[in-house]
């Protein structure tokens, strides 16, 4: 073959594999929420997948993928293992950046994701039923004194538990016992399965008058609970706010990455999402992939300053 010919020949597959490449997306993706249908994520991550599917003409679904009491793990390690191609996206609760490669998950170990951008606060609480003797943490920290009172949770390694009970340390209490669940709702508390549950605000507004909201884990208060505290008013070195985001692994092309952000940015500000806000007390926004990386980096200093207390 004249080297005419193999020049040309190279520079044509070239230009088929960029033409390929620029082409993205070019079957349907998946947007991976490692929690059962219907909390906040859910609901806003299924927006973006509409939004994206609109944007670009090919099927993008959310598949829900629980861990069975054992938090967002198993959906993460369905990420990690996917190809780099922009085809598995994950939405990420912050413990699977935060913890996930630190807690001897092989798969996740090293880091193996990095952040599209955070686009939701959760209106995290820690509520009780509205006869339990205690109205606030510092009456359940006496009453737990004295008395067995169950922790239910999402998930031992998770934030949002892992918050509860540093508090519960620096307030001189422990739960009696504490189980992991796939849903933490009203009838949790009704059936007795646990006394305090830890879980976003959203999925006890159906029987929010008759619960009691003891604290928020945010860092502003909620506007549906405004009487609520924040965490972080009640023990300042537990400041931390729980969130939502879009993740790839590390070896995704920018290119690949910049189609999806420019779907998901647009959604999160679009009427639709900002009404989801309204009605739940949860923030919803867009934190470009670079304010999200030093985001993280700062959870993951609290994170352990939490875990050492815990130790």
């Given at each position: 073959?004249?080297?005419?010919?193999?020049?040309?020949t190279a520079?044509?597959?070239?230009?088929?594999?960029?033409?390929?490449?620029?082409?993205?997306?070019?079957?349907?993706?998946?947007?991976?929420?490692?929690?059962?249908?219907?909390?906040?994520?859910?609901?806003?991550?299924r927006?973006?997948?509409?939004?994206?599917?609109?944007?670009?003409?090919?099927?993008?679904?959310?598949?829900?993928?629980?861990?069975?009491?054992?938090?967002?793990?198993?959906?993460?390690?369905?990420?990690?293992?996917?190809?780099?191609?922009?085809?598995?996206?994950g939405?990420?609760?912050?413990?699977?950046?935060?913890?996930?490669h630190?807690?001897?998950?092989?798969?996740?170990?090293?880091?193996?994701?990095?952040?599209?951008?955070?686009f939701?606060?959760?209106?995290?609480?820690?509520?009780?039923?509205?006869?339990?003797?205690?109205?606030?943490?510092?009456?359940?920290?006496?009453?737990?004194?004295?008395?067995?009172?169950?922790?239910?949770?999402?998930?031992?390694?998770?934030?949002?538990?892992?918050?509860?009970?540093?508090?519960?340390?620096?307030?001189?209490?422990?739960?009696?016992?504490?189980?992991?669940?796939d849903?933490?709702?009203c009838?949790?508390?009704?059936?007795?399965?646990?006394?305090?549950?830890?879980?976003?605000?959203?999925?006890?507004?159906?029987?929010?008058?008759?619960?009691?909201?003891?604290?928020?884990?945010t860092?502003?208060?909620?506007?549906?609970?405004?009487?609520?505290p924040?965490?972080?008013?009640?023990?300042?070195?537990?400041?931390?706010?729980?969130?939502?985001g879009?993740f790839?692994?590390?070896?995704t092309?920018?290119?690949?990455?910049?189609?999806?952000?420019?779907?998901?940015?647009?959604?999160?500000?679009?009427?639709?999402?900002?009404?989801?806000?309204?009605?739940?007390?949860?923030?919803?926004?867009?934190?470009?992939?670079?304010d999200?990386?030093?985001r993280i980096?700062?959870?993951?200093?609290?994170?352990?300053?939490?875990?050492?207390?815990?130790?």
């Amino acid at each position: 073959m004249k080297l005419s010919h193999m020049l040309a020949t190279a520079a044509a597959a070239l230009m088929t594999a960029g033409a390929a490449l620029a082409e993205y997306p070019e079957k349907p993706v998946n947007f991976i929420v490692p929690w059962p249908p219907g909390d906040l994520e859910d609901v806003l991550t299924r927006m973006i997948a509409e939004d994206f599917q609109k944007e670009y003409g090919v099927a993008a679904a959310v598949v829900n993928k629980p861990g069975g009491g054992g938090g967002p793990f198993p959906g993460a390690i369905e990420v990690a293992n996917a190809p780099a191609d922009g085809y598995t996206v994950g939405s990420f609760v912050i413990g699977v950046p935060v913890v996930g490669h630190e807690i001897d998950i092989p798969p996740l170990t090293p880091a193996k994701f990095d952040p599209l951008g955070i686009f939701l606060t959760y209106p995290f609480v820690i509520a009780t039923s509205g006869d339990a003797p205690y109205s606030t943490m510092a009456e359940l920290a006496s009453y737990a004194g004295e008395n067995d009172v169950a922790l239910g949770h999402f998930g031992d390694v998770l934030t949002p538990t892992q918050v509860t009970k540093a508090y519960a340390k620096t307030a001189g209490f422990e739960f009696a016992s504490d189980a992991a669940f796939d849903a933490l709702d009203c009838n949790t508390l009704a059936s007795g399965d646990a006394d305090v549950i830890n879980t976003t605000l959203q999925l006890i507004l159906p029987c929010l008058d008759s619960v009691k909201v003891l604290v928020s884990i945010t860092d502003q208060r909620i506007p549906l609970i405004p009487e609520t505290p924040t965490i972080g008013e009640l023990e300042p070195s537990l400041d931390i706010a729980l969130w939502n985001g879009l993740f790839v692994t590390k070896d995704t092309p920018q290119d690949v990455r910049d189609k999806i952000i420019a779907v998901a940015s647009k959604t999160a500000m679009s009427e639709r999402a900002q009404n989801v806000a309204k009605e739940t007390g949860a923030l919803v926004y867009w934190q470009n992939a670079d304010d999200s990386a030093a985001r993280i980096a700062k959870d993951i200093d609290t994170v352990s300053r939490i875990g050492e207390l815990l130790e």
